[in-house]
């Protein structure tokens, strides 16, 4: 959980049921105690399996802040008690140290019923060390409800005479939630990975569509993808890691293509972990990855 965002964005449930393991996705805000009343946007995405959690958690997305923890924890379908807490750090694009991260653990009754699910209640937040820091409330809710309310305005929107079909496309409520589960790396932002692994794995491709946009990638300083044009096709870097050091790889725009901004989707491998993101930047600017060691 890493902080910092002053709006409420409330979203998601995908619910797909089998016989014994069920797939979840939530999606609202939590809010601090304390003097600031910190709001923070907030997802969690978990399957149970007999009773048993495995998922992750998502933090002030979009954000300065943006960070992504795994979470473990039970569900009693009898209680209907749910109980998760916040592990790892997988990714942060937060300056603060691994330290210094307050994790959510949550416990609260709720009923997991398609369209009116909901996640609500108290959250304790600790340290790493579980020492206590700063706790706060949880207030989540299933995406089914919010894409058939994104749908009914999206509908009111498109049939508008009034609206011009540019700002319709810029208007539509599911393309705005859809944009808000993909992992950005916007000018000078910086992603922090916490890496296991002595090696890395990346691979660079055009998710959309080919329109000439052209990177320069440095590690560590030291250029080793120069004027590459992001193809559909998966370009794939392996390379070791010196993880007693910051491992910065730098991702330069050498042009806008036909289609601006310059896009590349980037995906990490390490050791059957997998990270994915999006640089969307400028000529001339760049985004940063940093690989870590994890703690």
């Known amino acids: 959980m890493k902080f910092l965002n002053n709006s409420i964005v409330v979203f998601f449930l995908v619910f797909n049921l089998t016989q014994a393991q069920s797939n979840y996705e939530f999606f609202g805000a939590i809010k601090l105690n304390g003097n600031d009343k910190t709001i923070i946007t907030y997802r969690i995405v978990f399957e149970e399996n007999n009773g048993i959690i495995k998922g992750y958690s998502i933090s002030d997305l979009d954000g300065v802040h943006e960070t992504k923890n ?3 924890g ?3 379908r009898k209680t209907k008690q749910l109980s998760f807490q916040e592990k790892d750090i997988l990714y ?3 300056k603060f140290s691994q330290s210094s991260f307050c994790f959510v653990n949550f416990t609260g009754k709720v009923k997991l019923v398609e369209k009116v699910s909901k996640v609500e209640g108290n959250f304790k937040g600790l340290y790493k060390n579980k020492t206590k820091c700063i706790d706060g409330t949880v207030a989540l809710v299933g995406s089914t409800k919010i894409y058939n309310l994104a749908g009914r305005v ?3 929107i498109q049939k508008s005479k009034r609206i011009d079909q540019a700002t319709k496309e810029k208007s539509n409520p599911l393309a705005i939630l859809d944009s808000l589960k993909i992992n950005k790396l916007s000018k000078d932002q910086n992603l922090s990975v916490f890496w296991e692994s002595k090696n890395v794995k990346i691979q660079i491709y055009d998710a959309g569509k080919e329109d000439g946009d052209a990177i320069n990638l440095y590690h560590n300083g030291k250029l080793i993808l120069e004027n590459y044009k992001v193809k559909l096709e998966k370009k794939t870097i392996s390379m070791p890691l010196d993880l007693s050091i910051p491992n910065e790889f730098k ?4 042009n806008e293509g036909t289609i601006t901004p310059n896009t590349a989707k980037i995906v990490l491998y390490d050791d059957g972990r997998t990270f994915e993101l999006l640089s969307s930047i400028k000529k001339n600017e760049s985004a940063f990855i940093t690989i870590l060691k994890k703690e």
Request: no cysteine; proline share 0%.
């Open 251 to 254: 991702i330069t725009a050498v």
């Open 70 to 72: 795994t979470i473990t």
């Open 92 to 94: 942060t694009k937060s």
């Open 154 to 156: 999206n509908k009111k």
């Open 74 to 76: 039970t569900y009693d």
